[in-house]
């Protein structure tokens, strides 16, 4: 059966109160499948459900749901119950979900915990947000440097239904320090007497626990790699970042850029499920902001506002030409932005990029400029039409030089480049552009 | 030494042409790091440096170039050398490079290359561009129903050196048929002399070679999946996606409605690399198409021009107010289009955004209005603050509205509703904000 079929005989059997039928089709889904399902159910309906599994299963489930719910759904169960729970989920969620619990809640469900656990999520839990280590596990496979082989696959197979990964094995040294790291490939073809320190890959990549996620994310891509190990200022490695974490933290920075781009502020957590008071939030800033930078806008207008009431046709080419200075320079804050994003583009080539730009935004100018001469021959003579296509050519080129220099002078105040967003840009240009443009009419109608 | 000091030393050598230095040096390069080096060399120099690593390297450093970095390499190689190159490579990069060579040099390397690698060949370059298809690779690790565990790891051990996961095996019946995955990690902890059948997941979640792409990447990403089985109409098994190029998937399409958000065609590649040309070519089409939607905000100002005439101050709140119907729609359409792409969101969700999106707007418009009140009340006395405030209110709604709804009306014109982008909304609310305004100012004003 599919998700949906599933999700049809589950409503089912839940209407029918048919507990037998319940417990076969809860088995059924898939970890994540289960836990979309129960995002849609009332946090009690969630709790009954997740009963019918055992406890490792629970923890896998309960590990898919978002953040909210997840808090939700335990702030119903037992402490014991809780405990529990916290014990077989892996290090890093768990450790999310004590971060946004209460202090009476954290200090009781702690008391339960076996110790070793406890001292983990202790340590866990005290990463800042957004760094490695809040995404880090510690549930790694390792071995001792002095190994062979076979101690180290024997090792392993104890090791394996505790460790997030067993593909890739961490080699330490008596004082826990990563010395290297071996593939379980490597593991299985080699002879079982060799030893692992003559096997190992000693050329590591790292990284510690106080950086930045987005840059984990970023090199688990870069070098295709399963998992990459976080170590502390004395080496000692202290967790491992997996691939399908990198995965969801590409994917939330991605979202986080995007929203960014759109002028509104980091959403957390879905959009379907956030409250109008928490988009109105994220909204206001931005658009409060925007009409008030209008205003310098409105103040270029007040300045010509006697060559306005002599020569009314004018304003009729003005949502043309600050409109398309707005829209060349989202373009290039876009391309620039994203290039910063995903590395391609360094803060150090704005130089080049701004050459170039100045050749694109002409040849996109006299386009344009083409374009709308006509437009302004038919509604107001020849001068016009002079007028618009000069503007035109100057506005596109202004737009688009201000939209690729944005985001570099963003980061050079120690701002996100990402926050150069499209409707900023453009209010920007848009300034710029209603003074270039009855700058050129004044100045070519004399007035 | 990090990347930065192995580029310095590198470069270092081969001015001093020091070839001991030089190959010990490419030698302790991570292959993503030489490939990111040799991505800003001359062609030529890179195919000297290749020629420094022993042939699997050499396949795996190049399959990080950039593809049409590859084709220029590849074209200063000898028939001999490009496919000695292409058995090595990976099954899906070696297609990606094997389309793009023109008909004289694919026959000729076909005929040098090994009949199996030569059909596989044919078989991966003849699935379509951004399908299932072209990203999966057909160096899986598979092993027949009726082996027992012994039996499966030491047909695994074979495969190890080709395959590109060895974590994720796929049992096969005598047909071919896909009935089962068994991970490495159960096969290592597993009784020798158990049976595959018996141990195997069938609960398989597969696609098939013409799906789209982007699909099979949030399959990855939805169940934390090493690899993704890829099986025809008869469930054989024709590939595997893994996860690595899953995430290069998902960054490439994150790209994509980033650009079309900034209202930039797809720009295949990168952006510091891409030329003059390109660039315009990319984004004239646009710019054209938004300048002449902004002659309907013309056209509005066109029928409003005795009310102009007669009030210019109502010219100076036209950028405030129309400014900000297109930045509430922004907003909208970019969380609705973010919502869409990554799931969060379904087109059948439609109304209820909507209904709440009316509260949100209310509440943005309102305060909005609060805030121009007082600059028209200074501007233009109360009759004209009440007409802001009025205005404002209607088309932050409108403009919101717009935002929200523009990517389902896409989706229905069989559009990709990321084609809603800020400049698209902006510009359809500017010619819908100009005709509220000065309609509403019109009636008050008693025209």
Redesign the interface.
Known sequence: MNYAELADSLRQAMEKQDVIALESLVA?F?P?DLAEFLRHEEVDVSLKLLAHLDIEERAEVFGYLPLNTQFQVSELMTAEGLAQLLNCMDSDERADLFNIMDEDRQTSVLKLMAQEEREDLRRMASYEDETVGAIMTSNYASVPVTDTVLQA?DK??KT?PDAET??QIYVLDKLHRLVGTIS??EL??SRPTALISDLMES?L?TMSPDQDQELAAKM?????L?ALPVVDSQQRLVGIVT??D???V??AE??E???K????GG?EG???DAT?FM??RK??F???L???A??F??AG??IY?DT??KY?VL??????L???A???G??A???????LG?G??KLS?WAK?FA?EI??AL??GL??AF??AF?GHFRGGMEIAVIVALSMIAV?MLGSLLGLSLPFVLHKLGLDPATA???LV??IA?AAG?LVYFGIATAILGL
């Not at 781009?261 to 509104?264: L, M, T, Y």
């Not at 304003?315 to 043309?320: A, G, K, N, Q």
């Open positions: 059924e898939q994540a696959l392993i197979r394996a067993i593909y379980l490939r299985i073809v050329e990549i688990i891509s870069r070098y295709d399963l691939y399908d990198a995965m969801d590409a994917e991605a979202t850029d995007i929203l781009g759109g002028s509104v959403l879905s959009f379907k109008i988009l109105y909204r206001i931005w658009l409060l925007l009409v008030f209008n205003i806008t409105a207008i007040a506002e306005i009431a009314a304003v009729f080419f003005m949502p043309l600050i409109g398309s707005g829209n060349a989202s373009q804050s876009t391309l620039m932005v994203r290039g995903t391609d583009v080539d990029l170039r050749f694109v040849a996109l386009t344009m374009a709308v437009i596109v967003s499209a409707p453009a209010t848009d209603i």
